[in-house]
């Protein structure tokens, strides 16, 4: 298991300003119509109104995106009932009939010389999903335009935008995947012995491999490019990174699937259907979040509520998750 340590956090500093204020909520109304010509048509949550939020990080700016969403079963949470999780969900206003509102952001880092996109989300084999290109263009991007990306695991809600219609949709970018998610999720015997709900995965893990001659394949922590860097996150599955980025004494860290809403930071014996090595992903979380809380983190959750930016905080001696109070920052 990784060793995190509170240099490779290193977090917690105030953001600079966008456009008068440390974040800026943009929404854009986009058609089928409008949506750029190569690659699948749109889902039908991509013709509704595409949130977009930018922040800047020392000479970064992060942009959130998102590819949509999907109510997860109450009872994709083992650890606790499905009656126990429902009624969390009901408490922060997040339940639906068919479960919890999850949503799937992306996360897009550029400093004037690089574009570099945080995982490509599930392309319409999850939910009301498929929006990410239609967001990409909201800020006048093509999927041509991405210089790298980085894929936190091989999760299909995760890669699906990769190969979605069995074609290869970044074709200019180099890909970064850790050695270890690669070897598990191109396992025959693996495959072979896992359940339904993991077949998609390891079907676009195949697709990945076959359609994308620049994957780098990544053993444990490096820099991927300036102020951009891979943390070990393994758990949720073996190869499962977070990516931290710094400059000018700020810093921002993407921990993708480390935190689930309505469940976490609160309770780390809870985990997701999804995980790979359950005390393991456990372990993680028990190391991770009082380090993250001790430091004053700033993180961004891939499914935490549009945009999953915030802080783990300890509070009366429980942890909870803090949404930044962006408008209030300078």
Known sequence: MANLSRRALAFGLPLGLVGGSALQILTTGHSAAEAPAAGPAPSPVAARVTPLAQIRVGRFTVTALTDGYADMPYTFFPGRTAAQVEQAAVSQFVARPSGVRFVFNQYLIEDGARRILLDTGPAGSIGQTGALPQALAAIGLRRDQIDAVIVTHMHEDHMGGLVVGGQNNYPNAELYI?????????????????????????????????????????????????????????????????????????????????????????????????EQDRAAA?????????????????????????????????????????????????
Request: aromatic fraction near 8%; charge should be neutral; avoid cysteine.
């Open 178 to 274: 850790d050695r270890r998610d690669i070897r598990h999720w191109t396992d025959p015997a693996k495959r072979a012995g896992a359940p339904d709900y993991l077949q998609n995965s390891f079907r676009m893990a195949s697709e990945v491999v076959k359609l994308y001659p620049r994957l780098q394949a990544i053993d444990g922590e490096r820099e991927v490019a300036p102020g951009v860097s891979i943390i070990d996150l393994t758990g949720h599955t073996p190869g499962h990174i977070g990516v931290r980025i710094a400059d000018a004494g700020q810093s921002l860290i993407m921990v993708s699937d480390m935190l689930f809403p309505v469940v976490h930071p609160q309770a780390t014996d809870v985990g997701f259907v999804f």
């Open 282 to 330: 456990q372990a993680m979380r028990d190391r991770f979040f009082p380090l993250a809380a001790s430091e004053g983190a700033l993180i961004a959750a891939t499914h935490m509520p549009f945009p999953g930016l915030g802080r783990v905080v300890l509070d009366r001696g429980q942890m909870r998750w803090q949404v930044t109070d962006w408008a209030l920052q300078s």
